[in-house]
């Protein structure tokens, strides 16, 4: 979080945030602490309130790090990618994907409320009225996150 307030703080107009220099910064300060793993982001640009970022910024960094905690043998190398693009002009798609072991067969997005991490994950997507998905990337798994680029209360406004 601390990338997103210096984001915020850096631009003239701290009430937007850019996606493609946001995610990518915040993906180099979390891959600091798995330098075995490449960090792959390419990230379409597009524009969103601070009031978006943050919560987008805590489930990017939490499925991120999950990634480089569980996808891979402790030891093995491995790639992590955050990838980026507008579907619509209103809309946003977001993976985070590896090449690893992928997810438990027991597995379940909608019943994986013990795991903290997976919590937050959840209720960030809520947060950002986005709908979470979960597939696997042959190897590996990727989660999926569309989300409108404003939220309700920008739309209402």
Request: glycine share 8%; proline share 5%; aromatic share 6%.
């Amino acid at each position: 979080m601390a990338t997103v307030h210096d984001q915020l703080w850096r631009q003239a107009d701290a009430s937007e945030v850019d996606l493609a220099s946001y995610l990518s910064s915040l993906a180099a300060a979390v891959a600091t602490a798995a330098p075995r793993h490449a960090t792959v982001v390419e990230v379409e640009p597009a524009m969103v309130s601070a009031g978006l970022a943050v919560p987008l910024g805590l489930l990017v960094n939490e499925l991120v790090a999950n990634a480089y905690k569980y996808a891979y043998a402790p030891g093995e190398e491995g790639e992590v990618r955050v990838a980026g693009k507008r579907t619509t002009k209103e809309h946003y798609r977001l993976e985070v994907s590896d090449l690893g072991r992928g997810l438990p067969s027991e597995f379940n997005l909608g019943r994986s409320r013990t795991s903290l991490g997976m919590r937050v994950v959840t209720s960030m997507a809520a947060q950002l009225n986005g709908t979470l998905t979960v597939s696997p990337a042959e190897p590996g798994i990727r989660f999926t996150l569309e989300f409108p680029l404003r939220g309700l209360s920008e739309r209402t406004a």
